[in-house]
């Protein structure tokens, strides 16, 4: 078991940037989880630590070691991959052991760690089969069970769940965290799906564009993202944003979006002093929205009114996609709202909740 540490990594395609200035410590037995959209260079950090890429400039190491020029066979890692790889001549105990054999690991070593990883993983059963005879999910733990065998200090997993289908996904999601309380080995994932990043990672890294736009645990990138990127990347459906003004009543502070005008709690309002009469981003997610009269109690309440444009009913809340002006935002409400496309609502915001971004900069307000 090891730390991994990326000390200033860049790397370069060319005059392509894939990877910029990364620094990142990720502690031993962590699970920290890359997310970002495609292209961000969530990938090839993982490829760059797994020695598949060479670093540009900058170190990685895992340890106290630095790995950037020892081979990725002796780095103590293993992979797993989006596409299973597996043997398909060979049947599911030769595929698990196939590494092993290659390092002339003794035949018992090997046998007794196929099989304790088999059991781990829930395929003992299926030892004898080839791979053409197995499902998508059983590919993936015959995937996983040829790097645990390998028992290496690092576990890299390069969106392993994104063949599997949509129950399938939340199943094996929730097993690949109990395999890393189980192991205790650190895991490294890469993955788009930020539903995924929120549910596995002890920590998330956000990436855009090769840079890292901040590394924190799912709750506080949740609840104080450092920027607009961040805010609109974290939580489903993403967090809505307006155009808006901070505008000052009588000594108190309001968010002025032109068709609303919204108070700002103490608590924020200091921070915000210095935009009066200034544009800001005021952002505001879908669930901190309510419909009256199912309003939960503690929140600080500020109403605003908006058009109904189309309701999705998903059984335990409703998707509303509003309007206010020319502004569509979308509310995750209570299902007994009785809202219908075309009625005018009276909506209830938790500015508690509410987020402030310089519109320069993007950066939060705080």
Same mark, same amino acid.
């Given at each position: 078991?090891?730390?991994?540490? $990326?000390?200033?990594?860049?790397?370069?395609?060319?005059? +392509?940037? #894939?990877?910029?200035?990364?620094?990142?410590?990720?502690?031993?037995?962590?699970?920290? @989880?890359?997310?970002?959209? /495609?292209?961000?260079?969530?990938?090839?950090?993982?490829r760059l630590l797994a020695g598949l890429e060479e670093i540009t400039s900058g170190n990685i190491l895992i340890g106290d070691r630095v790995v950037n020029d020892v081979p990725p066979k002796d780095r103590n890692i293993a992979m797993v991959f989006q596409s299973y790889a597996?043997?398909?001549?060979?049947?599911?105990?030769?595929?698990? *052991?196939?590494?092993?054999?290659?390092?002339?690991?003794?035949? *018992?070593?090997?046998?007794? %760690?196929?099989?304790?990883?088999?059991?781990?993983?829930?395929?003992?059963?299926?030892?004898?089969?080839?791979?053409?005879?197995? /499902?998508?999910? =059983?590919?993936?733990?015959?995937?996983?069970?040829? *790097?645990?065998?390998?028992?290496?200090?690092?576990?890299?997993?390069?969106?392993p769940l994104s063949n599997l289908d949509a129950k399938l996904r939340v199943q094996t999601r929730a097993e690949l965290s109990k395999l890393h309380q189980r192991l205790?080995?650190?895991?490294? $994932?890469?993955?788009?799906?930020? @539903?995924? #990043?929120?549910?596995?990672?002890?920590?998330?890294?956000?990436?855009?564009?090769?840079?890292? =736009? =901040?590394?924190?645990?799912?709750?506080?990138? $949740?609840? #104080?993202?450092?920027?607009?990127?961040?805010?609109?990347?974290?939580?489903?459906?993403?967090?809505?944003?307006?155009?808006?003004?901070?505008?000052?009543?009588?000594?108190?502070?309001?968010?002025?979006?032109?068709? $609303?005008?919204?108070?700002?709690?103490?608590?924020?309002?200091?921070?915000?002093?210095?935009?009066?009469?200034?544009?800001?981003?005021?952002?505001? %997610?879908?669930?901190?929205?309510?419909?009256?009269?199912?309003?939960?109690?503690?929140?600080?309440?500020?109403?605003?009114?908006?058009?109904?444009? +189309?309701?999705?009913?998903?059984?335990?809340?409703?998707?509303?996609?509003?309007?206010?002006?020319?502004?569509?935002?979308?509310?995750? +409400?209570?299902?007994?709202?009785?809202?219908?496309?075309?009625?005018? +609502?009276?909506?209830? @915001?938790?500015?508690?909740?509410?987020?402030?971004?310089?519109? =320069?900069?993007?950066?939060?307000?705080?």
């Amino acid at each position: 078991m090891a730390s991994v540490t $990326y000390d200033h990594v860049t790397k370069r395609f060319g005059d +392509v940037i #894939a990877v910029n200035d990364l620094c990142i410590h990720i502690e031993d037995g962590e699970f920290l @989880v890359f997310v970002g959209p /495609s292209g961000c260079g969530k990938t090839t950090s993982l490829r760059l630590l797994a020695g598949l890429e060479e670093i540009t400039s900058g170190n990685i190491l895992i340890g106290d070691r630095v790995v950037n020029d020892v081979p990725p066979k002796d780095r103590n890692i293993a992979m797993v991959f989006q596409s299973y790889a597996l043997y398909p001549h060979m049947s599911v105990y030769d595929n698990m *052991a196939f590494g092993l054999k290659l390092r002339k690991v003794p035949k *018992a070593e090997i046998d007794r %760690r196929v099989k304790e990883a088999a059991a781990m993983l829930g395929i003992e059963n299926l030892l004898d089969r080839k791979p053409k005879q197995l /499902s998508g999910g =059983q590919r993936q733990r015959v995937a996983l069970g040829r *790097a645990i065998v390998r028992e290496p200090a690092v576990f890299l997993l390069d969106e392993p769940l994104s063949n599997l289908d949509a129950k399938l996904r939340v199943q094996t999601r929730a097993e690949l965290s109990k395999l890393h309380q189980r192991l205790g080995t650190t895991f490294i $994932y890469v993955t788009h799906d930020q @539903v995924e #990043a929120m549910t596995m990672g002890t920590r998330i890294a956000v990436m855009r564009d090769g840079i890292l =736009q =901040q590394v924190d645990t799912p709750q506080r990138l $949740y609840e #104080a993202p450092d920027n607009v990127f961040v805010a609109g990347f974290i939580g489903s459906p993403s967090m809505n944003f307006f155009d808006a003004t901070i505008v000052d009543v009588d000594g108190k502070l309001f968010v002025d979006g032109g068709t $609303y005008r919204l108070p700002i709690p103490e608590e924020k309002a200091n921070a915000l002093k210095p935009y009066k009469g200034k544009e800001v981003i005021f952002g505001i %997610r879908p669930e901190d929205i309510f419909a009256k009269p199912y309003v939960p109690p503690g929140i600080f309440e500020a109403i605003m009114k908006a058009d109904v444009d +189309v309701t999705e009913l998903m059984g335990n809340e409703i998707f509303l996609y509003l309007l206010t002006g020319k502004r569509s935002f979308i509310a995750r +409400v209570d299902p007994r709202t009785p809202a219908r496309a075309g009625d005018q +609502v009276e909506l209830v @915001v938790n500015m508690h909740n509410a987020h402030f971004f310089d519109p =320069q900069t993007e950066r939060a307000i705080r």
